[in-house]
């Protein structure tokens, strides 16, 4: 089931399962700023990551000294069995409580909420983790929500870049053809205007994603070369970012993260996962991002 929220400027779309973002719509102009979720090419439009980012090492993981095989990006993507929580009139909340499904994957009782706000032309989500648990629970967190490109008709996607909020010299660490990410093999990136601008191309993500492990910046815009900026994402408080596109995708995913997937040379302990949050017995998490439309 779909639920809608609007306010003077923006429109949005949640679908109940996954609690994933399917429309951002600007109402003066009716313009569409999320990627259509084309099956064809990639079904998803912003999966919520938790308690895990990416691919576990050969699909599994120790947690307390016993194996739990966690899916590709955790527990919230493609589950529908979140609730709408509550509705008000600037902000959707979801909701997913630890039940016997997921604790056959994830060993912890918990209560998490997405909360999605609109606030003049800012879209903000808001992630809450709370630990029912009896011991320190862990996880990763992150958002992945993926942008039009291009974005304006007779634009190509070429004609887009991203534009950091300072300069960069970061090299990104190498996802692996089994979905981990290397701790020592990193690729060069194509920085522009001396680390300011990541200009955008299908080759680009040839090599699967770029992972962020230590920019400076924590806003990115996306801006086209022919009309100027499209929108802000700002993801203070978040440790890692990445940046992803199907090869043959007409989108960009910009997603905050907080962890990463498996190392490749990881031990297939959950504990040693890096950027793992530990929340002690009823402790909230929050973290949030912000999307504005420019």
């Given at each position: 089931?779909?639920?809608?929220?609007?306010?003077?400027?923006?429109?949005?779309?949640?679908?109940?399962?996954?609690?994933?973002?399917?429309?951002?719509?600007?109402?003066?102009?009716?313009?569409?700023?999320?990627?259509?979720?084309?099956?064809?090419?990639?079904?998803?439009?912003?999966?919520?990551?938790?308690?895990?980012?990416?691919?576990?090492?050969?699909?599994?993981?120790r947690i307390e000294g016993r194996e739990y095989a966690?899916?590709?990006?955790?527990?919230?993507?493609?589950?529908?069995?979140?609730?709408?929580?509550?509705?008000?009139?600037?902000?959707?909340?979801?909701?997913?409580?630890?039940?016997?499904?997921?604790?056959?994957?994830?060993?912890?009782?918990?209560?998490?909420?997405?909360?999605?706000?609109?606030?003049?032309?800012?879209?903000?989500?808001?992630?809450?983790?709370?630990?029912?648990?009896?011991?320190?629970?862990?996880?990763?967190?992150?958002?992945?929500?993926?942008?039009?490109?291009?974005?304006?008709?007779?634009?190509?996607?070429?004609?887009?870049?991203?534009?950091?909020?300072?300069?960069?010299?970061?090299?990104?660490?190498?996802?692996?053809?089994?979905?981990?990410?290397?701790?020592?093999?990193?690729?060069?990136?194509?920085?522009?205007?001396?680390?300011?601008?990541?200009?955008?191309?299908?080759?680009?993500?040839?090599?699967?994603?770029?992972?962020?492990?230590?920019?400076?910046?924590?806003?990115?815009?996306?801006?086209?070369?022919?009309?100027?900026?499209?929108?802000?994402?700002?993801?203070?408080?978040?440790?890692?970012?990445?940046?992803?596109?199907?090869?043959?995708?007409?989108?960009?995913?910009?997603?905050?993260?907080?962890?990463?997937?498996?190392?490749?040379?990881?031990?297939?302990?959950?504990?040693?996962?890096?950027?793992?949050?530990?929340?002690?017995?009823?402790?909230?998490?929050?973290?949030?991002?912000?999307?504005?439309?420019?």
């Amino acid at each position: 089931m779909d639920h809608h929220l609007e306010n003077e400027l923006l429109r949005i779309t949640v679908q109940g399962t996954g609690a994933e973002l399917k429309s951002l719509v600007k109402r003066e102009t009716g313009q569409e700023y999320i990627w259509s979720g084309d099956p064809a090419v990639w079904a998803s439009t912003a999966p919520v990551l938790f308690p895990i980012i990416g691919n576990l090492k050969e699909g599994k993981t120790r947690i307390e000294g016993r194996e739990y095989a966690i899916p590709k990006h955790g527990i919230i993507r493609h589950n529908d069995q979140l609730e709408l929580y509550s509705k008000r009139e600037d902000r959707l909340v979801f909701r997913l409580c630890s039940s016997e499904e997921t604790y056959a994957v994830y060993p912890y009782h918990f209560d998490f909420r997405i909360t999605f706000r609109l606030r003049n032309e800012h879209l903000i989500v808001y992630h809450e983790v709370l630990n029912r648990d009896d011991r320190p629970m862990l996880f990763h967190l992150g958002g992945h929500p993926a942008f039009r490109v291009p974005f304006y008709v007779g634009d190509t996607y070429e004609d887009y870049y991203l534009r950091f909020e300072h300069a960069e010299d970061s090299v990104s660490y190498q996802v692996t053809d089994a979905g981990t990410v290397s701790n020592t093999d990193t690729r060069p990136v194509p920085w522009t205007e001396g680390g300011k601008v990541l200009p955008l191309t299908h080759e680009l993500f040839a090599q699967d994603a770029l992972v962020f492990k230590d920019l400076e910046s924590r806003s990115v815009n996306l801006e086209s070369r022919n009309h100027g900026p499209v929108l802000k994402l700002d993801y203070a408080g978040w440790t890692h970012l990445g940046v992803w596109a199907k090869t043959n995708g007409d989108f960009i995913c910009l997603e905050p993260w907080i962890g990463l997937a498996d190392a490749a040379e990881g031990d297939g302990e959950f504990a040693h996962k890096e950027g793992i949050i530990s929340l002690e017995p009823n402790d909230v998490y929050e973290m949030s991002y912000d999307i504005k439309i420019l």
